[in-house]
């Protein structure tokens, strides 16, 4: 067998090892409350004590920041916390995230009736369009945390969105893949 035909046979088998390897499959997420809220509409929303980490403006009634509100870690973590063991969708296996849901976050915001979308900003000014209807349907999560370690700026923090499988929706017409924005940095309600 010459040089070449050994180089062909090994690729061959290196392919038909990888198709049979059994691939990570995706589940439903198990989702955990962590803890109850401890915000809520009835108290005013504070001033960030330590660096904002989402700037949300728009068509939104509560601000604490002129007419924007500012958001620190600690103040999001102060709604209820959630976890979601899921199958991550770009690191191709299971991770464990933290956060709140992205409704609980944005029914602080007060958000105008007339608004229709949310425009979310990452730190790299990638940006991703949302009708809040599709928001309000699906159990989206506003990550802090994954694998019990909060998400750093040179990777996917300050936050990121998580979305469970959504297929008994077939109405919501955005790839799931879509809504995975890492390196949130701000979102705009119009």
């Known amino acids: 067998m010459t040089l070449s035909h050994k180089i062909i046979a090994v690729a061959i088998a290196f392919f038909l090892l990888i198709g049979c390897t059994p691939q990570p499959q995706e589940k439903q997420p198990i989702i955990t409350i962590l803890r109850s809220a401890e915000l809520t509409l009835e108290k005013p929303l504070p001033i960030p004590k330590e660096e904002p980490i989402l700037t949300v403006t728009g068509k939104i009634q509560a601000v604490n ?56 900003t990452a730190l790299n000014d990638y940006t991703i ?27 996917r923090g300050p936050a990121m969105l998580i979305v469970p499988p959504f297929n008994e929706k077939p109405e919501i017409k955005i790839p799931r893949q879509d809504f995975w924005i890492w390196q949130i940095e701000s979102v705009s309600v119009y």
Do not use: C, H
């Open 65 to 120: 920041q002129g007419d924007q509100l500012q958001f620190d870690r600690p103040t999001i973590e102060k709604l209820q916390l959630i976890q979601y063991e899921i199958f991550d969708l770009f690191e191709r296996k299971n991770v464990t995230f933290e956060g709140v849901l992205l409704n609980d976050l944005m029914d602080l915001w007060q958000i105008k009736p007339d608004a229709t979308s949310l425009e979310i």
């Open 129 to 155: 369009t949302v009708p809040i209807q599709t928001t309000r349907e699906i159990p989206i999560l506003f990550a802090l945390k994954q694998n019990g370690v909060y998400l750093e700026r040179n990777y």
